[in-house]
Each structure stands twice: as structure tokens, then as C-alpha cells.
């Protein structure tokens, strides 16, 4: 029996020695490898370039906001967030950071906020094992301003073969969702003879969400297309969120039915960018505004800031 005990604690002492011996990288990467894999199977991040950014941004989890606030990539408080914050000086003096309730929550935010973000989408259309090209659409795309931040987090990733969490266990790729771009096209599509419609197709005629709309023409009025169509005005300007008739410019989508509570599948949720409003996003996503507030509990007179996040569907 003594032997046995001392056998024991033979073997804790020496896997207690080995954990010791680890190194902070090595450390982070075993304890986060897993999070980054499932992420990546969930929003199409590659889990080289998540374990990279939160190896460097939290100094391998030493870092003041990665302890204290779980927060491993640095993502700001914006007007959206409602969680716990911290202080902390950045670019600026005390700035304000999110506080995770756990670090995997900051890895699930980070993955959001790369997937549903207007200027990071076009990198899902890359290979996700591509990760030197998404290291420099990252840097490209304006996520960090230091110039050497791509061949940083590819160093990383080579010195500590992070690429290999970016194909499965038996070395075949990792399956991942579409691009967001990619859905975002499906979801539109011109009406064409045959599909069941009941406008007339004297001009072009599309969908977006199932729900039926036109690019406006130089000099046409909202009034000028629900005669068209006919509609009245009041009808046109409720399926397009408006409570008034305005100018329109060519190209704008009007909307000639009422438009979906929801948006696509794979459409969760959108990150603003500066500039952008809700109506324009609720447009280009063929959803009701009214749906979205409601959804997101969104304040009256509610105006997104910069990196703001809104679901448009709600999740499983």
C-alpha cells in the first residue's frame, strides 16, 4: 500500500515538475487551443490566428485585462456593452475595457467581431488554413496600427505550429460555415419567369430575404412606385420603415412587401462601423427595424457607435 502512495505521488510530483517547466506560451496554448478550434468550427476564424492575437494581445494571458477582466484581444467597452468594465490606459489614459464573465466569452466576442464586421468580411472568403493571408487582410483591413503586426502574429504561429489547430485530428480540413459575404449574396437574387410573382417584369425585379424589392431610377418617387406597383404610398413607406415620404437616390432599395422579422440564416448579428445607422442596416438586411429594437431591446432614438453589435436573428 505504501508503495503504492509513494508511486502516486511519485507521478503528481513529476507532472507537477513538467507543468512548472512549461513555458507561458506553451501554457496558453494548451489551456486555449481547444476554445480556438471550436470557435473556428463556429464562425470560421482560423484557431492559428485567435491563439496568435491572444497570445499577443494578452502577453500569453498576463496581462492586466487578461487576468483581471478575461478580456485576451483588447476589445473596447462601446455603447452597446452592458457588462462589467475596467479602466485601462491604451491609446488614450484610462480607456474603457469589456469584462468577460469568462475567457471563453472574450473568444466568442472576438470571433463576432471579426465574422459580422463590414471590413473583416472579406477574409472568410480565404482558406481558413490560409492564416499569412488573414495575418495581412487583418493588418490591411486596419485591426492593429503597428506596421509589423501580420509578420508578428506569423512569427507566432510559426514558432509554436499553431497552424496544425487549423486542420482536424486526422489532418483533413476543419469544417466551417460559409463566408459571410457569400450568404449575404445568396440571400439576394433577381425574379425571374417561371418563380411565382405577381409584379410585372417590364424591370428588373429582386429578392433579399425572400422578401421582393427594385433598385430606384433616376427621377422615380416612392409615390411613383407604388402606382407602379399598386400600392399605396402608405404601404410602400411602412415596408421600408419610413414614416414620410423623402428624396430618392438612384440605386436605393425600395421594398414591395413587407420585410422579414428576421434576417438569413447565418446573418446572427451585424457590428457597426462609424457612419452606419440601423435603418440602412435593417434595409440592406431586408428586416422590420420595429423586429430589431424589440430583439436587441435598443433604446428610442437609439444612434450605433462604432463597433456597436445588434443580433438579427435570434440565436439558438
Not at 442596416?281 to 433604446?299: D, G, H, T, W
Request: a positive charge; proline letters at 4%.
Amino acid at each position: 500500500m505504501k508503495r503504492t502512495l509513494t508511486l502516486i505521488f511519485t507521478a503528481f510530483a513529476i507532472l507537477f515538475a513538467a507543468a512548472s517547466d512549461s513555458t507561458p506560451q506553451e501554457s496558453y496554448i494548451a489551456k486555449y487551443s481547444g476554445i480556438a478550434v471550436k470557435e473556428m468550427r463556429r464562425t470560421g476564424v482560423p484557431a492559428s490566428i485567435t491563439l496568435a492575437q491572444g497570445m499577443l494581445e494578452s502577453r500569453y494571458g498576463l496581462s492586466k485585462l487578461a487576468v483581471e477582466g478575461h478580456n485576451h484581444f483588447g476589445i473596447k467597452c462601446h455603447s452597446d456593452w452592458k457588462g462589467k468594465k475596467m479602466y485601462h490606459d491604451d491609446d488614450a489614459s484610462q480607456e474603457c475595457f469589456r469584462v468577460y464573465a469568462s475567457d471563453a466569452q472574450s473568444f466568442r466576442d472576438h470571433s463576432d467581431f471579426l465574422r459580422y464586421r463590414d471590413r473583416y468580411k472579406p477574409l472568410f472568403e480565404l482558406a481558413p488554413t490560409d492564416y499569412k493571408g488573414w495575418a495581412r487582410g487583418l493588418k490591411e483591413a486596419g485591426y492593429a496600427t503597428d506596421p509589423k503586426y501580420a509578420d508578428k502574429l506569423i512569427k507566432i504561429i510559426e514558432d509554436y505550429n499553431l497552424h496544425r489547430f487549423d486542420i482536424g485530428s486526422s489532418g483533413e480540413k476543419v469544417s466551417v460555415p460559409e463566408a459571410p459575404l457569400l450568404i449575404e449574396k445568396k440571400s439576394e437574387h433577381r425574379v425571374v419567369k417561371g418563380e411565382h410573382y405577381s409584379y410585372s417584369l417590364s424591370r428588373p425585379l429582386y429578392k433579399r430575404n425572400g422578401v421582393r424589392f427594385v433598385y430606384s431610377q433616376p427621377g422615380e418617387t416612392y409615390s411613383s412606385i407604388a402606382e407602379a406597383y399598386n400600392l399605396f404610398l402608405k404601404e410602400i413607406l411602412r415596408f421600408n420603415d419610413l414614416s414620410a415620404e423623402q428624396a430618392l437616390e438612384k440605386g436605393t432599395v425600395v421594398y414591395l412587401q413587407r420585410k422579414k422579422r428576421f434576417a438569413s440564416p447565418g446573418m446572427e448579428m451585424f457590428v457597426f462601423s462609424e457612419g452606419e445607422n440601423l435603418h440602412d442596416v435593417c434595409q440592406r438586411f431586408a428586416v422590420q427595424e420595429k423586429s430589431i429594437i424589440k430583439l436587441n431591446e435598443l433604446p428610442e432614438g437609439y444612434v450605433p457607435q462604432e463597433g456597436d453589435k445588434i443580433m438579427l436573428r435570434k440565436l439558438k
